[in-house]
Structure formats: structure tokens, C-alpha cells
């Protein structure tokens, strides 16, 4: 409900352009109140994929151009109806974009952006090809209705704004729902996102058929207003490239983004090229691109952010998304020790076996192997470059071993995805911290509960239970990317909690915290041990560990040193050689 | 039959390696951009353009018809064009790609979103532009070579030869000229090494004392420039206009693909496996579906061999 | 020689520098240590210019160094030898070297410089026509190490110059880092998590935590505090 209550400016706007688009009878007009409703339909089709996940699509003419050629040809060769090719084209698109994802999802960053280029060129040449130069579709006189073919203009411009209203519902749903929290992570860090428990392939390949299928429409409609398709104005370089300008223009990831776009740039460019075309033919591609150089040096992400920006820095409190909370409150978290006495082990949850990783020529994990009990706390150290972060990346499957086994509850898991491991119980921190920056510290958390939560309400119950356990309420709604190094410590701790892991991999916790700091965060892990939760927690110093771990396994150059209890471990003598360096124990001698 | 088969495959082998040659500078201007500063350049193809109406000019306009003879003065402008675009380059690095790009904002990830849009906003500017300053109308650079040509043979007794045509065969020469002296500058010269640098790793190189942005600024200039050249080279051949870069583009993110994206002279490789493959499907393939078959390759090459023919591993960690 | 004062810097408006201030006279041999985190590393980039502080001074011979566009700064003679190496890997080790000698004076010594590096490591003689990401982590180290010397710097940097090596190649770079400076009569600040090795030579040291110096003292001060041994072995 809040969801509906959140888009009034909207259906404000909506209802005011009907309205005007009802007084305007100037049929030149109305077509432009017309297609600044399909570009900013078009708009919000690409915003879906690349908007929110972050990958730039530069081909997304090919939903458009499949979905225009998909009502011209239907009409002309089998006598379809618009009314019933329009949802075809919305089917066609979202198979296309399956179609083209699957593939294409194995390619990062620019890749991808050059290979969607080549999809709607190659359809382009294909068409073109195949004697669709320029399609026209059959005059219905006798039943308009039927093919909406409509002598009166001002009705196109409401169908398209029906439509822009179903798809800024989508948007928005999907924005609000774990579909859009899956998305914003991936574009945020897609490592993160995986190791969180995210299928990320799966969302991706749900994003871009969702986004194909509203291209799919936007094209099939476009084709009904304009009545003429040709392979330049449907699949051009062009067609996509104003699908990312008009996003780009009013704001990425935002339902606005799109409409705001859509609405300056289509009259802007159309009043000009109508008034001056004639004279200075380009004059408005020229503006366009003026435009856009001067937009992305002024305000990069948009418009709509900008704005945003503006209001929040002028009058803080206005916006609720972060308001509330955001005095920094200090973080201390109240906590009792229940722990008492040795711990009581029970079975082997998790066992490395003569694990081994190069990289290159360099040996990083050297014929590793170590197992750890339910809820025993084991501390892996060594000194930089030992090869502690490949392990974990090896545990929780960002890396592949060359050989060796990780067994889990019995089940080797080597060559599982992250987000698989996630799902079977493996929950880890980044020693480089990975937030989702622009989100709050519940929406963070809550990326991490979805791997075992059937809904968005349980979803969230969870992440507020993890982040009480880390004793981090009182900053759950403020901003990651404002949060202190403790704050963004324990909020790691609370998003890999929130999956429900049994076991969790904490790398360097630690790392850059003060001294008192350091002992909050050793009180939350002593806590959730005596909780019985499974804990395997990398350091490079010793100082905090011993207060923490039950066992001790140093690595050194990639192999296992020493194993032990702690007070062992930390009087061998190979350990302290490791550390402090040879001269150091000659002195100490001495 | 056969011999008339034979006769076609060499024929359109012979064309592709001169059209490829050519495709290949042009890849390498953009590879040079992409490499140093992992900037993808949307514009490239219409600084291309800009290269074909500079020399179209300086042929036409500044005596160097006069000078030359209209048979070699074509490709005196096509390589004045150079230094001119390089200019041009320089001045749009500075103005506005530095703004988006180089070590102020490498730490944002935001900071790509904005270079991709930034050059398609100059992209827009710039054929647009040429459309009014230069007319829509086709321009070409007219010389007697481009309807004469050397023929290869009769081999076989009289029954086959190949015909070389002339203008193409010195675009390809003076191309693979061009593509000498840039790899000995890069090679060779403390620039280069500096540019190289840059590349590799833009921190140590700050810790070198190299202005990393300057080499940027160096870098940018100097891949447009050469890809002007090359469209020099191509006006010489084909007729052209100011959207002429859109057909292009495509072509020179093949071909840097293909010889691997962040290597600096394998997507010269690239750009002339691209000649071929377009002169060759002309044998099975209807000359439309030219491009789609430029495409697939394309799309089979990003999925098998993302690090292209020549590259090493290409993306940095 | 060079004054650092009142550093606060960090990444994305979190500091990890908390006001640090350090002093490196001329001739002198310092050494940071202290454990991950602590803004070691944080501290260098400042010094050379890759990370603008949100406070505080630098100061370098005559020069205000803040004021120095980082690509400048070795050219006043500060060299850098970064954290991991960071050869340049497409790039053959004659290369590299050669790079490293981009400042001026490293262009006017060249011959002298490069004489002296083949001779203190032998092995970049060896591998000189060899692409420097194919060499091992010690020689990737040593090449780094030479890159900075043919820079003819008044003031060398190293950052954790051990780190992911085998004892015995660390040993051999620390004692070929003393026979350097015997011999070149450098400057040194040294950034080392073998605490031992840092402090032997060192004259004077700094022990970071949490973005602040806790402790600072003369090495045989600093080799006496049980803290130094604390922070690291916890006991």
C-alpha cells in the first residue's frame, strides 16, 4: 500500500498529461505527446536491465525492432489484430531477451556492452535482407477500432500512457521486491551479491527478459502509431541509443529517470527539429548530444538524482529514506557473555582436504587441510600474502581448487557456485569491505536473508534480527556508505547472520579498528559463539585471536605451519620466526 | 568452373587483405584508446569521418592536389590528416573526456557509465554537425589509380589471374607503414614506454613521475589521429558521408575484440581477419548479410576467445 | 628531511589516517610497523599522491608536497617502491628499469644507476629481455627495488617489501636493502610487518594502530616494549 501511496506524484502527473493531452487536438502535437509516452516506456525497458544491474546495454533495439516487425508482419501476412500482436510482441521480446542473455551474461562489463551492440546490427542487416526496406501496414477503414488504427490521435496518447502506467507499476514493484534488491546488488558488487546468496545469473536472465518484453511491447506500439517500419528506425544504433539517453538524462535505477528524460528531450529535439530542420538539417542530433556532454559533466547519474541530492543536502528530513537515525549513534552493543568452560564440540561440519590453488607459478594454497566442529571458533592466521583470503575464496567457491576436496556435512561442494554455497550454509565477510553503498543498513542486511526466506516480510524480519544481534539497531536506516569502519564491520557480519549460515567465514573482522573498537567486535563473535554458531575467522595478529578461537591453524606461504590451541601456537617458536622475523628470536634470546 | 572458383577465392582474398590492412589501422587507433585508458570511445567512428573530410579538403582545398598530382595527393592528405585530428583530439581529451576519465575518478564506478555516455553525446555532435557543415550529399576523393589495376598473372596458363586494384593496394601500403612507426614509437621511445606504463598499471606509473592524464591526453590524440588516417585512406576508395561512421564503428570494435581488447597492435591482426571475412562472404553470402557475417564472427569471438586472437589476459584485476 | 603532520585521510570519506604525524631526517632509516589496517599503506599513498588527506601537512625538503601534483613528487626525488610489487608485467625488467629512471635525475645518472642495481641484484642482469610478469614474487621484489633506485632518490619507500615471500628471499632483500643504503647513503622509510628486520636498521620507529601512532621511539626503545611483540602475538 505504501508502495501505491509512494507513487502519487506520479499518478498526479499522469492524470495532468491526460488531460493535456485531450485539450491538444493539433495532430503534430498530440504525436508528440504520443512518443514522449513510447520513449519513455522504452526508457523504463532498459532501466530494468541496465539501470539496475549496471549493465550497460547498448542493443536494446533489438527488443524494439522485434516487436515493431513483430505487429507489421502479423498484420500484413495473417490479419492480426494490434490488440492481440501487441502482448505477442511482449512474449517475443522477453524469449529474445532470454535468448540474448544466456549466452551473453558470461561477458563482464565492456564485453557485454559490445556484444548487445552487435545483436539488433545483425537483425538490422537480416531484415533488410530478407525485403522489409520499409514495411507499411494495410489502412483497416472499415474497422478501425479493431486495429487501432484510430482517426483521432488523442487516444494513441491514452493507450500510451495505460502503458506507461502498467510499466512504472512493474518497475516500481520490482524496485521494492526482493527482484529489485537483487538487481541493485549485483550492480553494486556482484561478488558480494553472490556470496550473499544471490543467484545472480538467474536474476540477470529474469531482468533482461522482463526488460525485452516491455521493448517488445513499446516497438510493437510504436509500429501501430506510426504505421511505416524500417530496419534503420527500428533496430538502428539510434533506437537504443535513446533508450539511454532519456534513462540517463532523468536518472538511472529510478522509476523517474525515464519519464523526466523522455519529457524534456523528445519535445526539445522534435520543437527543434520542426522549427529549424528545414534550415540547419541535424541541428537537433547536434542539441542531443550537446545535451548529453554537458548533463554527464554536470550531473552524471541523472536528473532526477541531482535534484534529490539538492533537496536532501538543503532540507535533510524531507526524505524519509534515510532521515531518521542519522545522528550517528554510538555503537554499543549490550551483550551477555553466557559462554562458559571449554567448548563442547560436536561433528565435523566442514572438511578441507589437501586443498591446493596456484596462480601462475605462485603456490597460494599449498596442500591445505584443516576441519572444524559445530560450533567450535577457528582461527586461521599468518602473515600477509600466507594465502588466508584464497582459502576462504576456495571455501566459499569464488575459486576453483586445482586439487584438493572441501566437504560439507560429508558433501564435497568444489565447483558449486557462491550463491550455492550460501544456500548449504556458507556465510563470509570481506576483509576489503563490500556494502551495497547507496542502500540503508536494513536493505544490506536484508540482501543477505533472502537465500532462506520464502517472502520479502520474512525476509526482513531476519535481517532486523540479525542486526540486532550484532547491536546495530540504532543505525539500521541510515546509509552504508555514511557508516563508521565499525559500523560497516558489523553490518557484514549482520548480512552474512541474516542467511542463516551454519558456519560463517569472517575475513580480517579486525582490520583497521581501534582498540576499544576491536573488543566490540570480538564481544558480538564471542557472543554468537556461545550462541553455537560455527565460526572460521581469519587475522593477521594474534592479539585479538586468542581471546576468540578455540583452535589455531597457521599458514605460511600457502601451506599449514603449525595447529593447535591457542596458547600453544602462539609460544612455537616456528610461529613467532613467521612474524617477527629470525633476528627477533636471536634477540630475544640473547 | 573450377578455375573460374579459384579465380573468385583469390580475388576476394586479394581485396580483403587490402581493405584489411586498412580496417586494421583503423582498429589500432581505437585499441591505442582502449588500451591506455580503457575508455570505451563511441565517437571513434565519427572522428574517422571528420578524417575523411579532412582530407578531402586539404586534397581539395589547400594546393596539395596542386603540389602532388591528383594520383599520390590523395594519400598526402589522407596522412595530413594525422597531425590535424591529433589536434583535435588533444583539444577534446582535454575539455571533456579528462573530466569523466584518469586517475580522478578510476576509484568510481560510476565514472564508466559516464565515459560510454559521454562519448556518444560527442558522437551525436559530431555527425549531426557534419551533416551541417558538410551536406548530406556523398563526398568522395577522386584519383585515376582507383580505376586501374595490376594484374596478377595469367597463372595457370591464360586461365587465371587476379586483379590488384591500384589506389587499394597503396591504402594497404601506407597502412602497414603507418602501423610500423607507431609499433617502433610504442617499442621504442621513452613515450611509448611511458604510454605502455600507463597502461599496465596507472598507480606505479604516478609513482614513476609520469602524468598518467597527460599520457591519456597522448594517448587519446594519438589513436584518433591514426584512425583519421585510415578513414584518409578509405575516402580514398569509397565514397562517404557524415553518418558514414556508424557503418564503421561496429567494424573497429570487431576488430580490437578480435585481436584482443588491450593489446595495442594485435587488433591490426583483428581489423584485417575482418577484411577478409567481409570480402570472402561475398562468395556465399548475399552482399547485404556482408555485416551480419561481420557480427557473427563478432559475437563467436566474444564468447570463445574473449581475450581475442593476440590479447594476453586482457582485463585487469 | 621529509615532515608529515597531522595526516587524517582515508577512502570515501571514512578515515583511516586519524592525525598521523611522522618525521624522516636525512640519512635516516625509519620504520612503520603495526597490523592490517592500521593505515600503513594509506599513509604512503598520501605521501606520494595517489590519495588526497582531508587534512593536515606534508612537508618534503623546501617543497610543500600537497601542493605537488602527485606525478611530480619523484621527481623531487621521492621514490616509491608500492605494496605487491606493481611491476609493470607487459614490460620487459631493461624496461621497467628504465621507467624507473623517467625523473630527471634518473635520466642524467642512468649509466651510473644501472651499473650499480645489476651489481646489487644480479639476478635483473640476468632476466633483463624477460617480460616482468613472468618473474618470480622475490624477483618481481628486487625489480621493484632497482626500479626505485634508478629514479636516483633522495628518499626510498618501501612498502612491505617481504610481504608473500620465503623467509630466506626476505632475508636476502633485507640484507641487500642495507648494502644499498651503506653504499648509496640513502634515505629510507620503511613500511614492514617483520617487525625484526624493520627495527634492526632502523633508527628510529613508529608503531601504527587503528590510524594512529601509539608508540614511537629509537630502535633499541621500541625493541624493548613488550607492545610492539603485543601487537602482533597477543601476548
Known sequence: MQNIRSLTPFFIFAAAYAATALLVTNSYYQLMLTMVLVWACFGLSWNVLSGYTGLVSFGHAAFFGIGAYTTALGQIHFDLSPWFLIPVAT???????????????????????????????????????????????????????????????????????????????????????????????????EAAAEAAGIDTLAWKLRAIALSGAIGGAVGAFYAVVLLVVTPISVFGMLVSAQALTVTLFGGVATVWGPVIGSAILIPLSEILHAELGHIIPGIQGVIFGVAIVVLILAAPEGLFWKFRDFVQHRWPGLISTSAEAAVGAPVTPLLKETRQGPVTRGNVI??????????????????????????????????????????????????????GKVLLDGKDMVGRKPHE??????????????????MSVTDNVVIGAYVHAADDAEARRLAVDAIERVGLTAAANRIAGELATIELRLMELARALAGKPRILLLDETLAGLGHTEAETVIGVIRKLASEGMTIVIIEHTMQAMVRVADHFVVLDHGAVLVEGPPQAVIKDPRVIEAYLGKKWMAHARS | MTVQLVENVLQALAAGLLVGAIYGLMCVGLALIFGVMRVINFAQGDFMMLGMYAAFYLFGAFGIQALFGSALGPYVAAILAGPIMFAVGYIIHLTLIARVTGTRTAAEAEGHFAQLILTLGIALILQNGGLIVFGSVLAGIQTPLSSSAWEIGPMWGDFLSVFVNKSRAISAFLSVAVIIALTLLINRSRLGKALRAAADNPEAATYMGIDVDVAHRIAFALGVSITAVAGGFLAVNYPFQPFVGLEYVIIMYAGVVLGGLGSIIGPFWGGMTIGLVQQLSTLVLPTQLQNTAIFVVFLLIIFLRPQGFFGRVAERT | MLEVEN??????????????????????????VGPNGAGKTTLFKTISGTLTPMAGSIRFEQSDLLSTPPA?????????????????????VMDNLELGAYTEAGRRDWSRNIERILAWLPVLAERRNQLAGTLSGGEQQMLAIGRGLASSPKLLMLD??????????????????????????????????????????????????AGRVVLEGTNEALRADDRVRQAYLGM
Open chain 1, 350 to 403: 566442514l572438511d578441507v582436504r589437501n586443498l591446493s590453488r596456484s596462480f601462475g607459478g605462485l603456490k597460494a594454497v599449498d596442500d591445505v587441510s584443516f576441519s572444524v566442529r559445530e560450533g567450535q571458533v577457528l582461527g586461521i592466521i599468518g602473515p600477509n600474502g600466507a594465502g588466508k583470503t584464497t582459502v576462504f575464496n576456495l571455501l566459499n567457491g569464488f575459486l576453483k581448487p586445482d586439487s
Open chain 1, 91 to 189: 512474449v517475443l521480446g522477453g524469449i529474445s531477451g532470454l535468448l540474448i542473455g544466456f549466452p551473453t551474461f558470461r561477458l563482464r562489463g565492456v564485453y557485454f556492452a559490445l556484444a548487445m551492440l552487435a545483436y539488433p546490427l545483425a537483425l538490422l542487416y537480416v531484415f533488410e535482407w530478407l525485403g522489409y526496406q520499409e514495411v507499411t501496414l494495410p489502412m483497416k477503414r472499415d474497422t478501425p477500432f479493431a486495429y487501432m488504427q484510430f482517426s483521432d490521435h488523442r487516444i494513441y496518447t491514452l493507450i500510451a500512457l495505460a502503458m506507461l502506467i502498467i510499466f512504472v507499476l512493474v518497475t516500481r514493484w520490482l524496485e521494492k521486491s526482493r527482484f529489485g534488491m537483487a538487481l541493485l546488488a549485483i550492480k553494486q558488487n
Open chain 3, 7 to 32: 595526516i587524517t585521510a582515508g577512502y570515501s570519506g571514512v578515515p583511516v589516517l586519524k592525525g598521523v604525524s611522522i618525521s624522516v631526517g636525512e640519512g635516516e632509516f625509519v620504520s612503520i
Open chain 1, 421 to 438: 554455497l550460501c544456500a548449504a550454509g556458507v556465510g563470509r565477510t570481506f576483509q576489503i569491505m563490500r556494502p551495497f553503498a547507496r
Open chain 3, 72 to 92: 611530480r613528487r619523484p621527481h623531487l626525488g621521492i621514490a616509491h617502491v608500492p605494496e605487491g610489487r606493481q611491476v609493470f608485467p607487459s614490460l620487459t
Open chain 3, 160 to 209: 612491505e617489501p617481504s610481504m608473500g615471500l620465503a623467509p630466506a628471499i626476505a632475508d636476502f632483500i633485507f640484507e641487500k636493502l642495507i648494502e644499498i643504503r651503506r653504499e648509496a647513503g640513502l634515505t629510507i622509510l620503511l613500511v614492514e610487518q617483520r617487525v625484526a628486520e624493520a627495527l634492526e636498521f632502523a633508527d628510529h620507529g613508529y608503531v601504527l594502530e
